[in-house]
């Protein structure tokens, strides 16, 4: 149930970019991103709820391609504040509420 | 935006006694709270969904009797921790959705709680 996301981590330098993915085995009706600094409480980055969008937050991306119920979170020109980890947590039908959260990726950007 | 207010954000008790967390939403009503537990650089698991009003559905595999929630009005929902052990050190986090009861404009997330038994 749980959706599988890679990598488990990744380092950058500021101004690199940088693809998470995550991908579901069963059919997903929506995916959402969310980043969690240390020993702070997630925040929402975006949702997408159909196949093919594309949305952004700043220089962060995602597209969702439902036929493949494959998200993809793009950091583009990233900077120090983007560190955190990221979580990708799933939805399976229009009237499920409870989320299944990814592993998550631990995003560290040095200067 | 929706804000959910957690307390405390962090609490050390003795093994034995017991702990209770608030999430209040400021500002808007908060029909539908869930409780996370996470454990260091792990994921968040699902523990419970509360609801206003009515009984809490627990997940498979967690203590109904240990872990009591309360969704006593729109705007406040709390988790007990009773007879608190060790193994109940974690962190707990509060989430309910945005907008209104749909999902479809994300969840935001209490400040979590982190509970360290002694």
Same mark, same amino acid.
């Given at each position: 149930? #749980?959706?599988? #996301?890679?990598?488990?981590?990744?380092? !950058?330098?500021?101004?690199?970019? $940088?693809?998470?993915?995550?991908?579901?085995?069963?059919?997903?009706?929506?995916?959402?991103?969310?980043?969690?600094?240390?020993?702070?409480?997630?925040?929402?980055?975006?949702?997408?709820?159909?196949?093919?969008? #594309?949305?952004?937050?700043?220089?962060?991306?995602?597209?969702?391609?439902?036929?493949?119920?494959?998200?993809?979170?793009?950091? &583009? $020109?990233? #900077?120090?504040?983007?560190?955190? &980890?990221?979580?990708?947590?799933?939805?399976? =039908?229009?009237?499920?509420?409870?989320?299944?959260?990814?592993?998550?990726?631990?995003?560290?950007?040095? $200067? | 935006?929706?804000?959910?207010?957690?307390?405390?954000?962090?609490?050390i008790c003795k093994s034995g006694t017991s702990v209770k967390i608030e999430c209040r939403s400021l500002d808007f009503q908060a029909t539908t709270m869930f409780w996370y537990r996470q454990f260091?650089?792990?994921?968040?698991?699902?523990?419970?969904?509360?609801?206003?009003?009515?009984? =809490? +559905?627990?997940?498979?595999?967690?203590?109904?009797?240990?872990? !009591?929630?309360?969704? =006593?009005?729109?705007? !406040?929902?709390?988790? &007990?921790?009773?007879? $608190?052990?060790?193994?109940?050190?974690?962190?707990?986090?509060?989430?309910?959705?945005?907008?209104? +009861?749909?999902?479809?404009?994300?969840?935001?997330?209490?400040?979590?709680?982190?509970? +360290?038994?002694?």
């Amino acid at each position: 149930q #749980q959706p599988v #996301q890679s990598p488990q981590a990744v380092i !950058l330098r500021e101004g690199e970019d $940088a693809v998470i993915n995550c991908s579901s085995s069963k059919a997903l009706y929506s995916v959402h991103w969310y980043r969690q600094k240390h020993g702070e409480a997630p925040v929402f980055l975006m949702i997408l709820l159909k196949g093919g969008e #594309q949305k952004g937050h700043e220089k962060i991306s995602a597209s969702f391609n439902e036929k493949k119920q494959q998200s993809s979170l793009y950091l &583009t $020109a990233s #900077q120090l504040s983007y560190s955190g &980890t990221y979580f990708c947590g799933t939805l399976r =039908a229009s009237n499920d509420y409870k989320l299944s959260f990814g592993a998550g990726t631990t995003v560290t950007v040095r $200067a | 935006g929706a804000v959910v207010s957690q307390h405390p954000s962090r609490v050390i008790c003795k093994s034995g006694t017991s702990v209770k967390i608030e999430c209040r939403s400021l500002d808007f009503q908060a029909t539908t709270m869930f409780w996370y537990r996470q454990f260091p650089k792990k994921s968040l698991m699902l523990m419970a969904t509360s609801n206003e009003g009515s009984k =809490a +559905t627990y997940e498979q595999g967690v203590e109904k009797d240990k872990f !009591l929630i309360n969704h =006593a009005s729109l705007t !406040l929902s709390t988790l &007990t921790v009773t007879s $608190a052990h060790p193994e109940d050190s974690s962190f707990y986090i509060c989430s309910t959705p945005r907008e209104g +009861t749909t999902p479809n404009y994300g969840y935001t997330f209490g400040s979590g709680t982190r509970l +360290t038994v002694v």
